[in-house]
């Protein structure tokens, strides 16, 4: 899940909190950063707020653009270091929904960027995604030697297809603003080695200028979280899934696996916990409500992230039911490696990157087959040895690598020599 986030707690509030200079009294040629993201507010999108501390701590001053919604809903906040500004939007559905929110966002977001630079001087930039648009600004600051870092989150021409299931003019437009925002960037960030592919092979970026930083986990944190078995609600056993909640998540599928639970194999003794938010939950919730599975299904909303640490603590077994298809098939999903830094055992569809994140820590299903996804849940339900084979594997992938300790080096390194050097920059 991407809105991952401490509790929000304002330090000030105005424009003259402590560390943020005006125009007239800031050094232009000092590291500062603007981070513009439209999909999900800051600091519960965890991605953008684990980089925007981490480059605080290295000692750039960072200032993010982002969308307001009912619980960040403040225009500006002071936030460990990090000056916050927030717009309203218009949330489209449909194409032509989509069109229209994004376009909106793209005028609030230019006059938000103006004003953090008359504030701050930033000298980087850096869009993350989607949508595909903030080249357009970036391009206008480009002007004043600011630098364009593109932080690649979602293929968007591939999920534009999942959405909307069809191509045509407005898919070629989408492939345009991709292949635009890699022309115009100056460092891509990705997610993972498809993710590489795809700004070197479709975006024509030098391969020295695209560096792999993944979403993990801080370990400390997590070792910090303690189980709480109360949230089991009496059972014996608990599922939990954590992420957002749109159509290509396959939520879907998962209701329809628990629904084969219950109905087909008698489960009673399992509560399974769905954490997030997203346009599909009202849906999940019918859909839930309609099955009968009201006394086993618990839908929590969106919630702080120690909350989060908590269910994932006292989990049993961890799902990720996201379904294959081209989008998903290269994405690695922050839920998993969320899931693994937990040693939490974890069942999902066989997708190429996932079983590259996952190795043997996980159970496979047969892609898009809920029954399949079932009966590799059951599996875990009955065998407490082969949960704690798989936790323990998943643990000492994070151990390894896949943590945020590991990864913030790559992303400060990446900046700092974009900062020092910009010509010479060398992938990890």
């Known amino acids: 899940m991407n809105d991952h986030s401490r509790p929000l707690l304002a330090i000030g509030k105005g424009s003259t909190e402590p560390g943020e200079l005006t125009g007239s009294t800031m050094s232009r040629d000092s590291r500062s950063v603007c981070i513009i993201v439209e999909n999900q507010p800051v600091p519960f999108d965890r991605r953008v707020w684990q980089q925007a501390r981490a480059l605080t701590d290295a000692g750039y001053r960072v200032s993010v653009i982002c969308p307001k919604d009912p619980i960040c809903a403040s225009s500006h906040e002071f936030i460990e270091g990090i000056q916050i500004y927030r717009h309203s939007i218009w949330s489209g559905r449909g194409r032509l929904g989509y069109t229209v929110e994004y376009a909106m966002a793209l005028v609030v977001q230019f006059y938000l960027a103006l004003k953090v630079y008359v504030r701050s001087g930033f000298t980087i930039l850096q869009a993350c995604n989607p949508p595909d648009t903030v080249f357009l600004i970036a391009l206008f600051f480009k002007l004043f030697g600011v630098r364009f870092v593109f932080d690649h989150h979602d293929l968007c021409p591939e999920l534009f297809e999942v959405k909307f299931a069809r191509r045509g003019l407005l898919y070629r437009i989408v492939c345009l603003a991709e292949r635009l925002t890699f022309r115009t960037a100056d460092l891509s960030i990705a997610t993972n080695e498809s993710y590489r592919g795809v700004a070197v092979a479709r975006g024509g970026m030098d391969a020295q200028r695209v560096v792999v930083v993944q979403t993990c986990a801080d370990l400390a944190e997590v070792d910090a979280s303690l189980p709480a078995p109360a949230l089991k609600r009496g059972k014996q056993l608990m599922v939990v899934y954590v992420?957002?909640?749109?159509?290509?998540?396959?939520?879907?599928?998962?209701?329809?696996?628990?629904?084969?639970?219950?109905?087909?194999?008698?489960?009673?003794?399992?509560?399974?916990?769905?954490?997030?938010?997203?346009?599909?939950?009202?849906?999940?919730?019918?859909?839930?409500?309609?099955?009968?599975?009201?006394?086993?299904?618990?839908?929590?909303?969106?919630?702080?992230?120690?909350?989060?640490?908590?269910?994932?603590?006292?989990?049993?077994?961890?799902?990720?039911?996201?379904?294959s298809n081209p989008l998903n098939d290269n994405c690695t999903m922050i839920k998993n490696l969320e899931y693994m830094a937990h040693g939490r055992p974890v069942v999902l569809y066989d997708l190429k990157e996932g079983r590259r994140t996952l190795g043997d820590a996980a159970l496979y299903a047969r892609p898009n087959d809920p029954i399949d996804f079932a009966l590799q849940i059951e599996k875990l339900l009955d065998s407490p040895s082969l949960r704690d084979e798989l936790g323990r594997a998943g643990r000492e992938r994070a151990e390894q690598d896949l943590n945020w300790e590991v990864q913030k080096g790559k992303l400060v390194a990446a900046f700092a020599q974009l900062s020092a050097n910009p010509a010479q920059l060398t992938a990890d």
Do not use: W
């Open 243 to 323: 992420g957002v909640m749109e159509i290509q998540d396959g939520v879907h599928l998962l209701v329809e696996s628990i629904d084969y639970l219950v109905k087909q194999r008698r489960r009673d003794d399992t509560l399974f916990v769905l954490i997030g938010s997203g346009n599909e939950l009202p849906h999940l919730q019918s859909m839930t409500a309609r099955l009968g599975l009201d006394g086993t299904v618990e839908f929590t909303g969106r919630i702080p992230h120690q909350q989060v640490d908590s269910y994932l603590s006292t989990a049993d077994i961890c799902v990720a039911p996201d379904p």
